[in-house]
C-alpha cells in the first residue's frame, strides 16, 4: 500500500526522504538564456522542482484526440511556469504531450530534452509484472511479483531522475512527461517512497532541497 502520509493541506501528500545527492549539474539541462527572475509564486528560490506527469490517453506511441484535449486541459489550469527545462522520455507521446503544455505555458522558445534513462529498456515485463499483479496494482504488488524488476529498474530509473533535479538552477524547475508505472518507480528509487499508481494525465511534484525529497500531489 502506498505509505504517504496525510497532512492538513487538502489534497496534499507529503513525505521526505534524505537521500545523498551525487552528480554534476548538466548544463544541456537549462537553455542559454533561460531567466529564472519570474518564480513561481510560493516557490523557494533555494530548492528544486520537477512536475513529474504520465502522458494522457494514446493509441501506440501517439496521443488520441481525448489525449490531446486532456493535455490542452491541464495546460489550461494545471501548469505552474516558468519552466527551466522541458524533459521527455522520448517517446512519442511523451513529446507530443510536451509540445502542447509548452505552448499553454508561453514558452515555445524552450526546447525540449530527452532523458532516456527515464523510460524503461524492459517495457515488456511491466506490463507481464503488471498484469499478474492485477488491475490496479502498485509497486508493493508487482515487487511480489517481480522483485528483482521493481529493485533494479527503480534504481535506473531514479538515477535519472536525480540528473534531471541536479541540471536546474537552484529555484529552477522542471516539467517532465512520461509513464506508468516507471514515473512511481522513478520517485522510490529516488526518494525512496511509493506513491499511488498515476492516472493518465496526472502527476506528482518533487522538492528538492540539498538531498530532502519531498513529495506533493499535483493540483
Do not use: C, F
Request: a neutral charge; proline letters at 7%; zero cysteines.
Amino acid at each position: 500500500m502506498p505509505s504517504w502520509e496525510r497532512r492538513a493541506v487538502p489534497g496534499r501528500y507529503h513525505v521526505t526522504s534524505r537521500v545523498p545527492t551525487t552528480g554534476h549539474p548538466q548544463a544541456w539541462m537549462i537553455p542559454a538564456g533561460t531567466s529564472m527572475t519570474a518564480a513561481t509564486a510560493g516557490q523557494d528560490p533555494l530548492m528544486r522542482y520537477v512536475e513529474l506527469r504520465r502522458h494522457t490517453d494514446n493509441e501506440g506511441d501517439r496521443l488520441t484526440p481525448e489525449g490531446v484535449a486532456a493535455a490542452q486541459m491541464i495546460g489550461g489550469d494545471g501548469l505552474h511556469p516558468p519552466y527551466a527545462a522541458l524533459v521527455s522520455t522520448g517517446a512519442a507521446r511523451a513529446t507530443q504531450m510536451l509540445e502542447i503544455l509548452r505552448h499553454a505555458a508561453g514558452q515555445d522558445e524552450i526546447p525540449i530534452t530527452t532523458a532516456t534513462g527515464l523510460r524503461s529498456s524492459v517495457e515488456d515485463r511491466w506490463r507481464d509484472a503488471a498484469r499478474a499483479a492485477g488491475k490496479g496494482a502498485d509497486l508493493d504488488a508487482m515487487r511480489a511479483v517481480d522483485p528483482d524488476l521493481v529493485e533494479r529498474e527503480s534504481s535506473l530509473l531514479g538515477s535519472a531522475l536525480r540528473r534531471v533535479l541536479a541540471g536546474l538552477p537552484e529555484g529552477g524547475r522542471a516539467l517532465v512527461v512520461g509513464h506508468s508505472p516507471t514515473n512511481e518507480a522513478a520517485v522510490l528509487g529516488l526518494a525512496g517512497r511509493l506513491v499511488p499508481p498515476l492516472a493518465k494525465g496526472k502527476g506528482v511534484l518533487l522538492i528538492e532541497d540539498g538531498g530532502n525529497y519531498r513529495v506533493e500531489a499535483l493540483d
